[in-house]
Structures are given as C-alpha cells and as structure tokens.
C-alpha cells in the first residue's frame, strides 16, 4: 500500500527560527513529490520534485528531493507568523491517472 | 486563469435529501478529482476523471455519486448521506500527461463544507 509520512506532526517556534520539516514515502511507480499549504481552506501549491538533488527555491522556502532515501524536506528561514500553517506532502503516483497520496501534514506554529 | 471554483461553500442537509456539489476550471485541465478532509486530516481521494472519464473510484459509498458533463465541469451528487459524511469536500485539477514525466501540479477548490443532520 503507498504510504506518505510526515514528521514532526506538529512543531512550535519562535519568529525568526529556521524549521525543517520531513516527508519519507513508500509508493509503487513514483512520479514526483509535492508540497502544499493549507491555513483554512484548500491547500494552495508550493513545489513540485521530480529529480533528486536539486533544490527548489522560493523566498524563504526551499525543497529538495533524495530519491535515494525516498525522501524530502522542506526548509521555511526566518519563519513569520504568516507561516503557521498545515503543511501537506503528497506522492504522486502513476496509477491510470495521476493520483496522490497525502501524509497526515506536519501543523507548524509560528509564535511572535 | 489558474483558479478552481466550487459550489455551494457551505451546504447543510438532512439524511434523505439530495444534493449536488458544483467545480468549475478554465485552465484546459483534462483531470479532475474530489477529496474529502476530515478535521485534522490530510485529504483523502474520492474520485479522479481523466479525459471526462472515471478512472479512479477508491471504493466510495454509492450515495455519493460523481459526474463530469464536459472538461471544465465536475459535480458530486449527494443521497442518503450520514452524519459521519460530515467534511470538507475539495475539488482540484491538473493536466494529464499519461505515460510522460512532467510537472502535473494539482490546484485545489476553496472546498464546500459539507454538514448532514
């Protein structure tokens, strides 16, 4: 069974603090990883991996894929109060059509 | 215009009534899908259309039951819910590209909060 599993499930810190957050999985035919946000509603688009090793950058955030270790992280600098959020990874995996595979989120807290 | 929109965002229903759940996109998208979340809970896949044709049931109750009309059209037809159908239900698409490796981001809906008495 393809499984995606985030840790910690839960993180606090102070504003300024750099966080790294985990995403390991195990899916038959991988096609690429994904990271979203999700504050109240849908969860809105952050990166997408395809190949190992190469970071993905947008401001204070960045993602990098290790294929080998079936794994990635994401990594949130000088975090705000803006970042508090649930932060999904998802697996996508080739099944007929694209389908994803959700880990449980890891829910980060940013206290001023 | 990259945005997927959803219909009604509240919904409360009793256990006999039937209802439909709308989602709309522009953006040329040839897959669809619905998610459910519960409090808490990453989404969990319901249903994928790809090309307008269901390719994807992850064995849901048939009290749900989805339709796709044409490529920017999505809906879930509600029946004889449960209190524990109580969610947010999301829509979200993507392009597809079968048997090719590229970038097949999801947008997701805002989502209708669906409540059954």
């Not at chain 1, 995403?23 to 504050?39: A, G, I, M, P």
């Not at chain 2, 090309?51 to 039951?65: G, H």
Request: with cysteine.
């Amino acid at each position: 069974e393809d499984k995606v599993v985030q840790s910690p499930l839960s993180l606090v810190v102070h504003e300024g603090d750099t966080v790294t957050l985990n995403c390991s999985y195990e899916v038959t035919n991988f096609r690429s990883l994904l990271w979203y946000k999700q504050e109240k509603k849908a969860p809105t688009f952050l990166f997408m991996l395809t190949s190992s090793g190469i970071e993905k950058k947008s401001g204070r955030l960045s993602s990098i894929l290790d294929k080998k270790e079936l794994s990635s992280i994401l990594n949130i600098t000088a975090t705000q109060t803006g970042d508090s959020a649930i932060y999904l990874c998802a697996v996508e995996a080739i099944q007929g059509a694209q389908k994803l595979v959700f880990g449980q989120g890891t829910r980060l807290t940013i206290n001023p | 215009d990259t945005e997927v929109t959803q219909t009604p965002k509240h919904l409360v229903m009793g256990m006999t009534n039937k209802k439909s759940l709308k989602c709309e996109q522009h953006m040329g998208h040839r897959a669809m899908y619905w998610y459910k979340q519960k409090a808490k809970k990453p989404p969990e896949l319901m249903f994928v259309y790809s090309y307008e044709k269901l390719s994807i049931n992850e064995s849901v109750p048939s009290r749900f039951s989805p339709e796709c009309p044409n490529s920017s059209l999505l809906n879930l037809h509600l029946h004889a819910l449960q209190p524990e159908d109580s969610a947010l239900y999301l829509c979200a698409s993507s392009q597809v590209a079968l048997g090719r490796v590229i970038g097949n981001e999801q947008f997701f809906g805002p989502g209708t909060r669906l409540t059954v008495l």
